[in-house]
Each structure stands twice: as structure tokens, then as C-alpha cells.
């Protein structure tokens, strides 16, 4: 069995997907956690993922959004603010 | 004190009538309120030009939570700079919807200090709503929310604020105790109300008997109504009381029997239970001579919605009689399973419904664990495009020489 | 150095408080020992429970929209009559809980003085559930407040009585969104919009992240374009449904039109099984237009439909109901709504809501 990755790790690289195509597609939960359950394999589980979101939230690098439907997105002045 | 006493001769009008009126709400609170002022006079505008003028935000909301506030913006904020921002808070209601004096006015002293002084009770899925602030007052609302024991409910992609009828507080047809099981439910999916981790929103509504007060059938992903298994409890003389006070029993009781369960002589009456659809109706129209059985439990549907986006639904059955006893394992269970296959398979903004739709009741219900019965469908299929997953083979030539 | 104050905790998912804490003696004693109930009157009703303790219930209106200071008002009259208690329904009426029948009738003076009519229970119609229209939504084809004020100004007399055949739920949504989830209700009230998004190109670079609102549409409506050399987008549209969800990611895409947004009405839905299944309401009205303040077109159009459905509707007869009995021929004849081509459904399924039988009435 491979060794557990960190919460760290996770959410470290959950950040780099949002912030790479950031202004081209917004992520939903389920799609971070599909993404990283193929990068990291059997080094993470639903939990870890889990715990890796709530980090990238509470750690306020990323904001929870609604545009129809649920984002997690790196925080930016609101368009309906302009 | 708020600014310029505004001119609202259209709204004017509505303060007229017999029915409370929300304009008289809304210059009580604009007496003292800036933002309430410029609501009114952007509603005014709104009823002169026949148009909204709000803009929806998406990112404004306190720490850590996805849920719960919901954005607004005036798209004339210029003219109404006091509503530039006018955010919405959900908070979670006690189940029943339930209050002291007390909690109310520290409610209010809240909003008082920190918003438009406006609110609903309740929105729609059940919340008790602040309306209207700005989002510098979001977090100082939350800590002081959360300093008198509430919290905020549900929005966008997560577990929606549950709600329920009054159930066995003050209704003598509670099959459940849908209180009860609102107020677990709430807790248990804690993480998942605040954190949105689903393709859509998703409903709990607990109504305590069929009449469904909730309309739990007609809005929530997982609609459980209370019902019952045995007879329907009869006190003969009550029925006879009814009878002498004018109740046409022939006509407005067991004419109106869905089942044609019911005989009436014009002395005893007679119910068929077996036959019996558990639809309400005698019940509700002599409740002092009949009552739901004592075996008492709930049916779980599942899949209903309003239209958007591929059409309204109602929910179907998918447990018909459930024993509830906590800590409702066998339900969380059922729940759990069901999140996992349509988090897993479901589109954005797809609700449970429309994912059924779309992979077919039987390949849901296999993936959830759930057999297949008859009680599930109005009636079975008609059209004969089945996809058969088990055929037989010719025996190949080295199975039958083995 | 002076001693730096700990932050308080932040307190997070604490859920609501326990119901219990609201809930007064007498509930709290019979809970789950109720026996029966009895409508005494408009808006008043007892519970009696297996010990014979008695519960009334006051039901009052109320516009959902409410001011702190009414709340408080409505503490004030809990404190005097019920020992602080009190509740609001699923229909948004308020509920004082007494337990002394003598004070029911200075209550109900008091309700009345405050501008709270009683009644809403039984046979009759109670207030009706509705979403925020222009006060505070950014979708909304028409305000919801305000066409609410209006009908019920003009039903008050069938909230403050009991003189129907049955029960009749009206509900309002002020876009096809239906946060209220109108859709099955005896009538219900549903602001359109009739006109697909229009493309502010001037704005939409600069407030829109433009494939996030291609993403948006549900029906792929929305379509990337480069219009004199600027990234925006295209609206297909015989596509548009008018859900405004792109509007919601981007606000250069309004769909808002003073002219052709307005109310449909549509009839016979409800949730309770009694005697006939749940259903969906069906439409009966496709447009009328928005009128405000008063939505005259509306609230004559909603009265007509209560006063034949009460004139000749059965005993216990729901919209729903008694529409399926006569059928819908004689319902468009006896209310004088005309039938058109958009009363005929075209959406997925609409062959099951065609007429497949002789059983007709002539």
C-alpha cells in the first residue's frame, strides 16, 4: 500500500487545478474530488479529500461560490458588483 | 435616521386593503432604516418601469461555509447606494417553526444592528430570512448568530435547511415525529448543509401524514410522509354523533373514498383496512371518530422538483413503510448510499429526480442497494424497448464434452 | 505587555436550537397525546389531548414580509396571551398558542388592531406562498408582494371565513424557478418572461467570465462569439427557456423586459392525498399582463376562477377534482377562459396529455 498523502499535499494541488484554468472552468466539489482520486490513486481516500477542501476553504484561499450551482473558486471581485 | 422621506405613490396603494400589508412593513423599518428607505425606493422605481433591479452575486458569504447567503446587488446604485449591497441571510428555524418572545426579540436586536431591519418568516424552503445587508455585516451577524445558538441553513449545491410540519406537537395524525427527525437530520448532515459537495441541491421535507402540509411530495429530493400499516382506529359512537349533527356519511364520507373501502347502513360503519389507500379523507372529515392506525410509521419517496431544468417532478416511492427509531440508521444509510451514486454520476445542477431520469429507476435502484417491487409504479411499462442484461448461450462445444 | 485577549472561538455548525426550547408546557406534556382537533371558528382551533388538556390555536395572516418591529409586536401579544409563545406555519401565518379559551376573543381584537385579519383554517383559503419578486430577486419576471396584497385584498372574505367546498391553496413564483414550488397548487401564479436574454456586448467583457456563462445554460442556448473583434456571446433563441441562469452568472445578460414579461395563472395541482392523488397544476391562463400596483387583470382573473370553482364545485371538491369531473371543455366554457394553441403541450411526454378516449361531454 502506497503511503497516505498529506491534507497538505491534497490541497496544495486541488489549488493549483483551480488556479490554472481559472477564468476557463470552475470547479464543483465532486469534480476536484474525481481529479485528485486520479492523481493521487490510492495515496488518498474520500475523507482525506474531504478534509483537503475544508482546508483550502478555511484557510481562505478559496471561497465557496453559487453561479447556478455550487464552485470552488479562488476568491475575485464579485461581476455584479462592477 | 434614515434619509429623504421617499415618494411612493404606487406603493402607496398597496397599503390600502384588508390583507397586511408589506409596504407598511417595509416604511416601518424604513422610518429608522437607510437600507429599508432605498428598498422602498427602488421598488418603487421596479413597479414604475415594470422590471426588477437586482443583480445576483455569487462569491459574498462567511468564513468556511458555501451556503446560507445568498448575494444581491442593485444594479442602479447610484441612485439607491444603500442597497448597493443587500444580501440575504438563511437561518436555519427551529423545526415546527416553533418560538419564544425572547428568541424572536433577540433575533431582531441582531438585525437591528446589522441589516435592513427586514425579514420573512419564513422563505420558502423554510428559513427564517433576513433581508438585505452589506457584506462587511455578514460575519459580525454570524458570530452573534451563533453567540445565541442558531445558525445558518442551506443554499446553493448542499443539503437544504430540512423542514417539517408540526407533526406530534400539536397534530393528533403525526405518524412520526417528524420534529424529531427534522432536528437530526440537521445535525447529522451538519457538514453537508454548510459545504456544498453535490451536483445540486438537495431537500428533506417531513410531513406527518398524508395530507403532507409541507408539500413534501411536490418539492424535496427525499419527501417522507407519514402513514400506517394497521385499521384505522373507529369510535362507533363518535361516528353515530357525526352522523346526528348532519354529516351526509354516505355522501361526504364514504362516497369520497378513493378505495371504496367504506360501507355505511346508516348505523355502523365498516372499513375494509385492507383495501384502504391511507388517503386522509374520512379521517380528515370526522377526526374526532377516526384516526390513523396504532402501527404507525413513514413512507419514503424520493425525486420531486419544480421545473427547472428538465421538468417539474413528483416524488415516487422508494420505501414504502419505514419504522423510524433513533438514531434512524437505516435511513442514514439509505441517504448515504444515494448521495454517493449521484455525487459520483450526477451532472451539474442535475437533482436526484432528473438523475433517475435519465439512468432509469432499476439501474438507480440497483446501484443503491434497493430491490425492485411492484408497489414502486403506478403500473408497469408499456412500451416493450427493454434492455435485457441476462439472455442464455448455445453451449459451446467444450461445455458439453466436460 | 498587556495580555492579548484570545479571540473567541468561532463557533461553526452548531445547527438550530433544540425545538423543545420553544415549545410550551402544555405541548411539551401531551406530545404525541392528541386525540383530536376542532375548527371552532375562522382561525381558531382546538386539540384535546388523551388527558382532555386543551390547546387553541389563534391563526393569523401575514405578509411574509415582516418588520422588526412587528415581530416584536407579535412577542408583545405572545408574552400577554400565551407565556411567550408562539409559531408560524408552512404557509407563513402566524399562530398564538393559547391556553385559556376566555382570551382567545381579546387576542383576536388585538391581531385585528395590528392589521392581522384571523383565519386561513378549514375550508377556506389560507395565505398564499410566494417568492420575493422585485424586492429582492434578480430574476423575476414580476413582483410577488404585490400581486399577493392585491388577490388576497380581493379574497379576504374566503381567509376570514369558511364558506368553501374545500380547502383552496394558491401559491405564487415569480419565475419559472418556482422557489416556491408552486407547481401543485389549486392556482398558481407564475411570473414569465417571454424574451431570451439580451447581450449587453458592451459589458460583458469586463463583468463575465464568458465560458462560465456558455457553461450555464441548461439547454446549450448560449453559444461563444467574437462580435467585432470582442469575445462575447450568441443566444440561440428558439432554445431559451427563460430560467435566467445566465443571467445569474453574468448581469450583462438581463433578461428582464418591461413588455413582455407578465403572469400566467394555472389551476387544479395539489399535494395532500386525500382522496385523490398529488398532482401537477395545469395551465389556464397563459399571459397576463403586469400591472402594478394592483395587477387588476390578475386578481379579477383569480376571483373568477374561485367563485366557479365554489359555485359549483361538491362538498370536499378540490379545484383538481371537480375540473376532472366536469373536464376540461366544460371548465373553459363555465370560467370563459379561451383555449389556445399554448394550452397543448410540446414538451417531452406531451402525447400522455392528449385526450386518448371517446369520454367526452356534449
Given at each position: 500500500?502506497?503511503?497516505?498523502?498529506?491534507?497538505?499535499?491534497?490541497?496544495?494541488?486541488?489549488?493549483?487545478?483551480?488556479?490554472?484554468?481559472?477564468?476557463?472552468?470552475?470547479?464543483?466539489?465532486?469534480?476536484?474530488?474525481?481529479?485528485?482520486?486520479?492523481?493521487?490513486?490510492?495515496?488518498?481516500?474520500?475523507?482525506?479529500?474531504?478534509?483537503?477542501?475544508?482546508?483550502?476553504?478555511?484557510?481562505?484561499?478559496?471561497?465557496?461560490?453559487?453561479?447556478?450551482?455550487?464552485?470552488?473558486?479562488?476568491?475575485?471581485?464579485?461581476?455584479?458588483?462592477? | 435616521?434614515?434619509?429623504?422621506?421617499?415618494?411612493?405613490?404606487?406603493?402607496?396603494?398597496?397599503?390600502?386593503?384588508?390583507?397586511?400589508?408589506?409596504?407598511?412593513?417595509?416604511?416601518?423599518?424604513?422610518?429608522?432604516?437607510?437600507?429599508?428607505?432605498?428598498?422602498?425606493?427602488?421598488?418603487?422605481?421596479?413597479?414604475?418601469?415594470?422590471?426588477?433591479?437586482?443583480?445576483?452575486?455569487?462569491?459574498?458569504?462567511?468564513?468556511?461555509?458555501?451556503?446560507?447567503?445568498?448575494?444581491?446587488?442593485?444594479?442602479?446604485?447610484?441612485?439607491?447606494?444603500?442597497?448597493?449591497?443587500?444580501?440575504?441571510?438563511?437561518?436555519?428555524?427551529?423545526?415546527?417553526?416553533?418560538?419564544?418572545?425572547?428568541?424572536?426579540r433577540k433575533l431582531c436586536d441582531i438585525w437591528e444592528k446589522h441589516g435592513s431591519g427586514l425579514t420573512n418568516m419564513h422563505g420558502s424552503t423554510g428559513d427564517l430570512v433576513f433581508l438585505g445587508t452589506r457584506t462587511e455585516e455578514l460575519e459580525p451577524v454570524f458570530r452573534e448568530l451563533t453567540e445565541l445558538g442558531f445558525d445558518l441553513g442551506g443554499s446553493g449545491s448542499d443539503v437544504r435547511t430540512p423542514s417539517c410540519c408540526c407533526g406530534m406537537a400539536r397534530c393528533e395524525w403525526a405518524c412520526y415525529d417528524t420534529m424529531a427527525l427534522t432536528y437530526f437530520l440537521t445535525m447529522h448532515y451538519q457538514d453537508e448543509l454548510h459545504r456544498p459537495a453535490f451536483p445540486y441541491k438537495w431537500k428533506f421535507k417531513m410531513s406527518g401524514?398524508?395530507?403532507?402540509?409541507?408539500?413534501?411530495?411536490?418539492?424535496?429530493?427525499?419527501?417522507?410522509?407519514?402513514?400506517?400499516?394497521?385499521?384505522?382506529?373507529?369510535?362507533?359512537?363518535?361516528?353515530?354523533?357525526?352522523?346526528?349533527?348532519?354529516?351526509?356519511?354516505?355522501?361526504?364520507?364514504?362516497?369520497?373514498?378513493?378505495?371504496?373501502?367504506?360501507?355505511?347502513?346508516?348505523?355502523?360503519?365498516?372499513?375494509?383496512?385492507?383495501?384502504?389507500?391511507?388517503?386522509?379523507?374520512?379521517?380528515?372529515?370526522?377526526?374526532?371518530?377516526?384516526?390513523?392506525?396504532?402501527?404507525?410509521?413513514?413512507?419514503?419517496?424520493?425525486?420531486?422538483?419544480?421545473?427547472?431544468?428538465?421538468?417539474?417532478?413528483?416524488?415516487?416511492?422508494?420505501?414504502?413503510?419505514?419504522?423510524?427509531?433513533?438514531?434512524?440508521?437505516?435511513?442514514?444509510?439509505?441517504?448515504?448510499?444515494?448521495?454517493?451514486?449521484?455525487?459520483?454520476?450526477?451532472?451539474?445542477?442535475?437533482?436526484?429526480?432528473?438523475?433517475?431520469?435519465?439512468?432509469?429507476?432499476?439501474?438507480?435502484?440497483?446501484?443503491?442497494?434497493?430491490?425492485?417491487?411492484?408497489?414502486?409504479?403506478?403500473?408497469?411499462?408499456?412500451?416493450?424497448?427493454?434492455?435485457?442484461?441476462?439472455?442464455?448461450?448455445?453451449?459451446?462445444?467444450?461445455?458439453?464434452?466436460? | 505587555?498587556?495580555?492579548?485577549?484570545?479571540?473567541?472561538?468561532?463557533?461553526?455548525?452548531?445547527?438550530?436550537?433544540?425545538?423543545?426550547?420553544?415549545?410550551?408546557?402544555?405541548?411539551?406534556?401531551?406530545?404525541?397525546?392528541?386525540?383530536?382537533?376542532?375548527?371552532?371558528?375562522?382561525?381558531?382551533?382546538?386539540?384535546?389531548?388523551?388527558?382532555?388538556?386543551?390547546?387553541?390555536?389563534?391563526?393569523?395572516?401575514?405578509?411574509?414580509?415582516?418588520?422588526?418591529?412587528?415581530?416584536?409586536?407579535?412577542?408583545?401579544?405572545?408574552?400577554?396571551?400565551?407565556?411567550?409563545?408562539?409559531?408560524?406555519?408552512?404557509?407563513?401565518?402566524?399562530?398564538?398558542?393559547?391556553?385559556?379559551?376566555?382570551?382567545?376573543?381579546?387576542?383576536?381584537?388585538?391581531?385585528?388592531?395590528?392589521?392581522?385579519?384571523?383565519?386561513?383554517?378549514?375550508?377556506?383559503?389560507?395565505?398564499?406562498v410566494h417568492t420575493q419578486g422585485w424586492v429582492h430577486c434578480h430574476s423575476a419576471a414580476t413582483d410577488a408582494s404585490g400581486v399577493v396584497k392585491s388577490v388576497m385584498d380581493e379574497l379576504i372574505e374566503y381567509f376570514t371565513e369558511m364558506k368553501l367546498p374545500a380547502k383552496l391553496r394558491i401559491a405564487l413564483a415569480c419565475c419559472l424557478n418556482m422557489c416556491g414550488a408552486v407547481h401543485c397548487s389549486d392556482i398558481a401564479i407564475l411570473g414569465i418572461h417571454r424574451r431570451p436574454p439580451k447581450v449587453d456586448r458592451s459589458k460583458i467583457k469586463v463583468m463575465c467570465e464568458i465560458p462560465s456563462v456558455v457553461s450555464a445554460c441548461p439547454t446549450a442556448a448560449v453559444k461563444p462569439a467574437t462580435i467585432d473583434g470582442v469575445p462575447s456571446?450568441?443566444?440561440?433563441?428558439?432554445?431559451?427557456?427563460?430560467?435566467?441562469?445566465?443571467?445569474?452568472?453574468?448581469?450583462?445578460?438581463?433578461?428582464?423586459?418591461?413588455?413582455?414579461?407578465?403572469?400566467?395563472?394555472?389551476?387544479?395541482?395539489?399535494?395532500?392525498?386525500?382522496?385523490?392523488?398529488?398532482?401537477?397544476?395545469?395551465?389556464?391562463?397563459?399571459?397576463?399582463?403586469?400591472?402594478?400596483?394592483?395587477?387588476?387583470?390578475?386578481?379579477?382573473?383569480?376571483?373568477?376562477?374561485?367563485?366557479?370553482?365554489?359555485?359549483?364545485?361538491?362538498?370536499?371538491?378540490?379545484?383538481?377534482?371537480?375540473?376532472?369531473?366536469?373536464?376540461?371543455?366544460?371548465?373553459?366554457?363555465?370560467?370563459?377562459?379561451?383555449?389556445?394553441?399554448?394550452?397543448?403541450?410540446?414538451?417531452?411526454?406531451?402525447?400522455?396529455?392528449?385526450?386518448?378516449?371517446?369520454?367526452?361531454?356534449?
Amino acid at each position: 500500500m502506497a503511503e497516505q498523502a498529506t491534507i497538505q499535499e491534497v490541497s496544495d494541488a486541488m489549488y493549483k487545478m483551480i488556479k490554472d484554468s481559472m477564468g476557463q472552468k470552475k470547479w464543483k466539489a465532486t469534480d476536484l474530488t474525481k481529479a485528485v482520486e486520479q492523481l493521487f490513486g490510492e495515496r488518498c481516500d474520500k475523507a482525506l479529500i474531504k478534509s483537503a477542501i475544508r482546508d483550502l476553504i478555511e484557510s481562505g484561499k478559496c471561497v465557496y461560490t453559487y453561479f447556478g450551482g455550487s464552485f470552488i473558486e479562488i476568491p475575485h471581485k464579485e461581476g455584479a458588483e462592477n | 435616521m434614515a434619509d429623504k422621506k421617499r415618494s411612493t405613490p404606487k406603493l402607496d396603494e398597496l397599503e390600502k386593503g384588508e390583507w397586511p400589508s408589506f409596504v407598511k412593513e417595509i416604511k416601518i423599518a424604513a422610518e429608522k432604516n437607510p437600507m429599508a428607505n432605498d428598498l422602498l425606493g427602488q421598488l418603487e422605481r421596479s413597479y414604475e418601469e415594470k422590471i426588477g433591479h437586482w443583480k445576483h452575486g455569487g462569491i459574498v458569504g462567511v468564513l468556511g461555509y458555501g451556503g446560507g447567503v445568498i448575494g444581491r446587488y442593485s444594479d442602479l446604485p447610484e441612485e439607491f447606494p444603500n442597497v448597493s449591497h443587500f444580501h440575504t441571510l438563511r437561518i436555519n428555524q427551529p423545526a415546527g417553526w416553533f418560538y419564544t418572545s425572547d428568541a424572536l426579540r433577540k433575533l431582531c436586536d441582531i438585525w437591528e444592528k446589522h441589516g435592513s431591519g427586514l425579514t420573512n418568516m419564513h422563505g420558502s424552503t423554510g428559513d427564517l430570512v433576513f433581508l438585505g445587508t452589506r457584506t462587511e455585516e455578514l460575519e459580525p451577524v454570524f458570530r452573534e448568530l451563533t453567540e445565541l445558538g442558531f445558525d445558518l441553513g442551506g443554499s446553493g449545491s448542499d443539503v437544504r435547511t430540512p423542514s417539517c410540519c408540526c407533526g406530534m406537537a400539536r397534530c393528533e395524525w403525526a405518524c412520526y415525529d417528524t420534529m424529531a427527525l427534522t432536528y437530526f437530520l440537521t445535525m447529522h448532515y451538519q457538514d453537508e448543509l454548510h459545504r456544498p459537495a453535490f451536483p445540486y441541491k438537495w431537500k428533506f421535507k417531513m410531513s406527518g401524514c398524508p395530507n403532507d402540509c409541507v408539500a413534501a411530495v411536490a418539492r424535496a429530493d427525499m419527501s417522507i410522509i407519514g402513514t400506517w400499516r394497521d385499521d384505522i382506529q373507529m369510535n362507533d359512537s363518535a361516528v353515530t354523533e357525526y352522523a346526528k349533527s348532519g354529516t351526509d356519511i354516505q355522501k361526504d364520507v364514504v362516497g369520497n373514498c378513493p378505495a371504496k373501502c367504506m360501507e355505511w347502513d346508516g348505523k355502523k360503519l365498516k372499513i375494509d383496512n385492507r383495501a384502504c389507500v391511507k388517503c386522509m379523507h374520512c379521517i380528515n372529515a370526522m377526526p374526532k371518530a377516526l384516526a390513523p392506525g396504532k402501527d404507525r410509521g413513514a413512507c419514503i419517496l424520493i425525486g420531486s422538483k419544480a421545473p427547472i431544468v428538465e421538468g417539474a417532478l413528483l416524488s415516487s416511492v422508494l420505501i414504502p413503510f419505514i419504522k423510524f427509531v433513533p438514531p434512524y440508521k437505516e435511513l442514514t444509510d439509505l441517504v448515504e448510499k444515494i448521495h454517493e451514486v449521484w455525487s459520483e454520476n450526477g451532472k451539474n445542477r442535475e437533482r436526484v429526480g432528473e438523475f433517475i431520469q435519465r439512468v432509469g429507476m432499476g439501474n438507480f435502484l440497483e446501484a443503491i442497494g434497493v430491490e425492485p417491487i411492484p408497489e414502486m409504479v403506478a403500473h408497469p411499462r408499456e412500451n416493450p424497448y427493454v434492455f435485457y442484461e441476462e439472455y442464455f448461450e448455445e453451449e459451446s462445444e467444450d461445455d458439453k464434452n466436460a | 505587555m498587556p495580555e492579548v485577549q484570545p479571540k473567541p472561538k468561532r463557533k461553526t455548525d452548531i445547527g438550530p436550537p433544540h425545538y423543545e426550547n420553544f415549545l410550551p408546557p402544555i405541548i411539551k406534556e401531551n406530545y404525541g397525546k392528541w386525540k383530536y382537533h376542532e375548527i371552532l371558528r375562522p382561525g381558531v382551533m382546538v386539540t384535546v389531548s388523551e388527558t382532555d388538556a386543551r390547546l387553541y390555536t389563534v391563526r393569523a395572516a401575514s405578509p411574509r414580509l415582516l418588520s422588526i418591529d412587528k415581530i416584536r409586536a407579535y412577542a408583545d401579544l405572545a408574552d400577554k396571551y400565551c407565556r411567550g409563545y408562539l409559531r408560524f406555519t408552512s404557509r407563513n401565518n402566524v399562530e398564538f398558542l393559547l391556553t385559556d379559551e376566555s382570551r382567545i376573543d381579546p387576542l383576536i381584537k388585538d391581531l385585528q388592531a395590528l392589521g392581522h385579519p384571523v383565519g386561513g383554517m378549514g375550508n377556506s383559503i389560507s395565505s398564499i406562498v410566494h417568492t420575493q419578486g422585485w424586492v429582492h430577486c434578480h430574476s423575476a419576471a414580476t413582483d410577488a408582494s404585490g400581486v399577493v396584497k392585491s388577490v388576497m385584498d380581493e379574497l379576504i372574505e374566503y381567509f376570514t371565513e369558511m364558506k368553501l367546498p374545500a380547502k383552496l391553496r394558491i401559491a405564487l413564483a415569480c419565475c419559472l424557478n418556482m422557489c416556491g414550488a408552486v407547481h401543485c397548487s389549486d392556482i398558481a401564479i407564475l411570473g414569465i418572461h417571454r424574451r431570451p436574454p439580451k447581450v449587453d456586448r458592451s459589458k460583458i467583457k469586463v463583468m463575465c467570465e464568458i465560458p462560465s456563462v456558455v457553461s450555464a445554460c441548461p439547454t446549450a442556448a448560449v453559444k461563444p462569439a467574437t462580435i467585432d473583434g470582442v469575445p462575447s456571446v450568441e443566444v440561440i433563441e428558439e432554445r431559451c427557456m427563460f430560467c435566467a441562469n445566465c443571467y445569474t452568472v453574468c448581469p450583462a445578460m438581463k433578461l428582464n423586459d418591461a413588455l413582455n414579461d407578465g403572469i400566467s395563472i394555472w389551476v387544479g395541482g395539489k399535494v395532500s392525498n386525500a382522496r385523490s392523488e398529488p398532482m401537477f397544476s395545469k395551465l389556464a391562463i397563459p399571459f397576463l399582463p403586469n400591472n402594478p400596483p394592483r395587477w387588476p387583470e390578475v386578481t379579477s382573473a383569480v376571483l373568477n376562477l374561485v367563485e366557479v370553482w365554489a359555485k359549483n364545485a361538491r362538498k370536499y371538491e378540490r379545484m383538481g377534482e371537480w375540473i376532472n369531473r366536469i373536464g376540461w371543455p366544460r371548465f373553459f366554457e363555465m370560467t370563459g377562459i379561451p383555449f389556445e394553441k399554448v394550452h397543448i403541450d410540446d414538451f417531452k411526454h406531451a402525447g400522455l396529455t392528449f385526450k386518448r378516449s371517446a369520454h367526452l361531454t356534449y
